[in-house]
DNA sequence: GTGGTCTAGACCACA
DNA sequence: GTGGTCTAGACCACC
């Protein structure tokens, strides 16, 4: 009973659509919560699914091998790659996440924006979250 | 007694230079820490403080002048433009902030990072901010 | 069937290139000449055209892109964003040109050129427009 | 019974200010409104009525002596140079306006303005001309 | 001294 | 192919 395989993207912003891409992947299987084995759609699919050019799913598909996070299949669907059955360790978890909190405290500071209030706010966020957008 | 202007860079960062001098000096005078009639450091100057090449310097500036919040001075250097002596709202500040922490608790929840830690780690970092860099 | 984007610049003139550039694009898509949705010249197509420097072209592109008049699309030339199908309300285009009549009437007063000379050159000049150059 | 030398000034103008007085001044003397012999207001006092920096009259002064316009005589007090005592041929006068009214055509052309209305709202303006700014 | 414009050219990121 | 960023450096205009 997997978590389905799904990817949110958002146009509009400056970061690459591959990397988003990438980077949920990434959080997703260092979370456990997507696992070895697991098929992903295919490029096509996926690229009809999100709007976005082949090329684009294509080229996030292909760096995520070589990195051995994805494992080609015989005939052309993606896998998730063995060796990723597991979450990996809460400690490394939080280290990914330091780097945005790290950002959002330098931005709270410079708007001048009082601790517990940043906090209540991604407090909100952090419950809201289940909420589909 | 202003709060002398001074910026910070990261030079590795994907978001270009001219970019994130334009977002601390929108933060820092939406928080009434830099105010109208604030003197800004010259191209060259800053320039050289931060060993970038000053057309960077002046993009941003430049930029930052159409947008309205910077007014040039013919033959002197920019100055915060008038119509920002006080700190935005507060709500306005917050709302600012907003889509950095959204993403910070996206992140999160990919990750699985139970929501307690996630605020523990938030708020060592607030607290940290004013000391070390 | 639109009128073709092409732009004519004058290099000796101290009005900046790019600004040239800008202020033509936004007169010809106010007259609804240029319409939401038409494609532009590449940078370095136009570059090439005008025998000006890539940048150049660029740094226009850049700051109507930022007005809201140009649109991004990653990968591909701009075009003319939405919501300019079309043309401006003929009152506003009249007081866009209203500046550059003040300081015609006003040189041609300090000049003390009778007012119907004044007006049999203007409308001649009008007149040529279609042909030369 | 000489029209008094008087400048008008607009300092947010892109044109510098050095050179929109040296226009004015070339524009009636050519008109034959201000004569040989007149006497201008000295630099200190005519920065002082405009509120501009000393520097500034006296480059537009300097260069106006340059061109034989301007003669410095025994003290300080600059006067219309000798030799433009009549008035510029019509002819001439018109040439010089000619650019003006090219581009305000040129304008007009790429808003898409019908030239009876350029023309109308020139006239009027050119009657406006005699009330105060 | 200030900022602005432009060129030449490298290198990156995206589709 | 597209646009973007940055550097190096020249030259101008203004005060």
């Known amino acids: 009973m997997d978590t389905p395989i ?3 993207i958002q146009t509009g912003s400056p970061e690459p659509i591959y990397r988003q ?3 949920q992947l990434r959080r997703r299987v260092a979370a456990g919560q997507w696992k070895a084995g697991q098929e992903l759609p295919s490029v096509r699919e996926l690229a009809g699914l999100l709007a976005v050019h082949p090329m684009t799913i294509s ?3 292909g760096l995520l091998e070589a990195e051995g996070l994805l494992q080609r299949r015989r005939g052309l669907s993606m896998v998730i790659a063995a060796g990723h059955e597991r979450p990996a360790p809460k400690a490394e978890r ?3 996440l330091r780097p945005t909190l790290e950002r959002a405290a330098a931005e709270a ?3 001048a924006i009082p601790k517990q ?3 209540d706010l991604l407090a909100r966020l952090l419950d809201d979250e289940g ?3």
């Open 59 to 61: 080229k996030a598909y």
């Open 109 to 111: 500071r410079e708007l």
């Open 21 to 23: 891409l990438m980077e």
């Open 131 to 133: 909420k589909p957008r």
């Open 6 to 8: 799904q990817f949110q």
């Open 117 to 119: 209030q940043v906090l």
């Open 94 to 96: 939080i280290e990914r």
